[in-house]
């Protein structure tokens, strides 16, 4: 029992000792809040003492018992130390004691540079540090939202369009009569040159397989219009093209080099769908094309169904943005439209543009880079809130259960997939993704949904584009006019 009293005593007393820090906030710009910290004096001692208390026990000073060296002696040869490591305690403890009782929503970790921060001889301890925060806004109404449900009926001539389509899967070539020119989609087998800058030997390839498309490849080398430069040749001709392979190229010996190819036309063949036959049904799981049709049918229903709830998606995602108005956290809107510059720069020169279209793509892509990192992170900032307000989570079930069905469509295994999602950091985003869609499909059971047909839906969208065209040519006269009724108030205002 006196033990007992001995500690709630010795609790109560270590409360009434608990020294307050004083904390300031200030806001610092969009979604930035400044947070002004003075550790008083008392504190600064109490830590310093607890420090000197630890190290006291276990330090070991030659002429003195572990543990029995005075304290000016620890000053003395362990002073610098001991001051470095209060200051790191003392900053920490107060970032994050501040933080939370001022209950500030912050994106990540503030970033102090301690170095600059000395730790006063006497006197109290001030420094200031500035933190990122969620954007503070308030959510439409999420009731009732008029969502357009486009409905699709599957149609006989789709039905033949999926049917050839897969005659051609299953087709063969065939060599193209003696005399017949290349035509778009044929193959060409060619004896092929390419010469690469640089290397004095052409490297030959004989008798190789060329496909004739727009972004088509001969050999290893990407040939941008390939269907233009082959399409009329026949057996015999010989064509040669120029190609800039981009820097960023698979294959290092190619890499942003100039490569001459010069093609010799020997074969042409074309492909020549299969017939609908049994042997060609059982490929497809069926026993006669009747059940196939039917198979096509409920194939195209269940597409056409994931297009309409796409589109349903895509509305609510419209309306979420549209009907929300918050700053953004301008350094994480730079670093997040950074991002999406470099892929997307990536994959155009992985397209070996010509220099001119390179160039002309590289613009459009820094004149919108900005405008979808904005629309993303707002999007995510929306759908964070809605989850929140709704208690929306992604179980690990769930987690589970999609990636074993995206894993068996790659054939590959669900346990090995997820250890490269852990292991290159995307499976956070991937639980992110899976919130979201749940989010959506909330919202779209609340939704006031109308059914339109596709000719409505499309009508629809054509007023929409015209709309956005003419608010798009409007937007620099009125910017014009803004600007000159405000240099037209300042010259007033100056005279």
Aim: hydrophobic share 35%; net charge negative; proline share 4%.
């Amino acid at each position: 029992m006196a033990k007992e009293k001995k500690a709630s005593k010795e609790k109560d007393a270590s409360k009434e000792e608990e020294i307050k820090n004083i904390v300031t906030v200030e806001e610092a710009g969009p979604c930035k809040k400044k947070l002004i910290v003075e550790i008083p004096e008392q504190a600064i001692l109490k830590a310093t003492d607890e420090q000197y208390r630890t190290l006291g026990k276990d330090a070991e000073v030659p002429g003195f018992r572990k543990g029995r060296a005075p304290r000016r002696l620890l000053e003395k040869r362990f002073g610098k130390e001991i001051s470095q490591q209060t200051k790191l305690k003392l900053l920490a403890d107060a970032c994050d004691a501040a933080i939370k009782e001022n209950k500030i929503d912050i994106l990540r970790d503030p970033d102090i540079d301690h170095e600059k921060i000395k730790l006063p001889e006497t006197g109290a301890l001030k420094f200031e540090f500035e933190v990122e925060v969620r954007p503070d806004f308030d959510l439409p109404e999420l009731e009732n939202i008029p969502v357009n449900k486009t409905t699709f009926e599957v149609t006989d001539e789709q039905v033949a369009s999926e049917m050839n389509q897969l005659k051609k899967y299953s087709g063969v070539w065939a060599p193209r009569k003696k005399g017949e020119e290349v035509e778009d989609n044929d193959q060409v087998i060619a004896d092929v040159l390419i010469k690469v800058e640089g290397v004095e030997e052409a490297e030959k390839l004989d008798n190789t397989e060329i496909f004739v498309r727009s972004g088509g490849f001969v050999g290893s080398i990407p040939v941008e219009n390939l269907d233009k430069l082959l399409i009329g040749t026949k057996s015999g001709d010989v064509k040669e093209t120029s190609v800039d392979v981009p820097a960023t190229f698979y294959k290092e010996e190619y890499r942003g080099k100039k490569v001459d190819v010069k093609i010799e036309v020997q074969d042409i063949k074309w492909l020549k769908p299969a017939e609908i036959n049994e042997a060609f049904c059982k490929n497809f799981g069926v026993q006669n094309e009747a059940e196939l049709k039917e198979k096509i049918v409920e194939s195209l229903t269940a597409r056409l169904e994931q297009n309409s709830k796409d589109e349903m998606s895509e509305q609510i995602y419209k309306y979420m943005l549209e009907n929300t108005s918050f700053e953004l956290p301008t350094s994480i809107v730079a670093e997040q439209a950074q991002s999406i510059m470099q892929r997307q720069y990536t994959t155009i020169l992985q397209k070996g543009l010509p220099a001119e279209q390179l160039k002309e793509e590289i613009e459009k892509i820094q004149s919108t880079s900005e405008e979808q990192a904005k629309e993303q992170l707002k999007t995510f900032f929306v759908l964070s809130k809605i989850a929140e307000k709704f208690e929306i989570a992604v179980t690990e079930e769930e987690i589970n259960g999609n990636i074993a069905q995206i894993a068996i469509r790659r054939g590959q295994r669900p346990e090995k997939m997820k250890e490269d999602m852990l292991r290159d950091g995307s499976l956070a985003q991937f639980s992110m993704q899976l919130r979201e869609a749940k989010c959506i499909d909330k919202l779209l059971e609340k939704a006031k949904i109308t059914e339109v047909t596709p000719e409505q839906a499309s009508k629809k969208a054509d007023k929409k584009k015209t709309k956005a065209k003419d608010e798009a040519e409007e937007a620099p006269k009125k910017a014009a006019a803004k600007k000159t009724a405000k240099k037209t108030t300042k010259k007033k205002t100056d005279e």
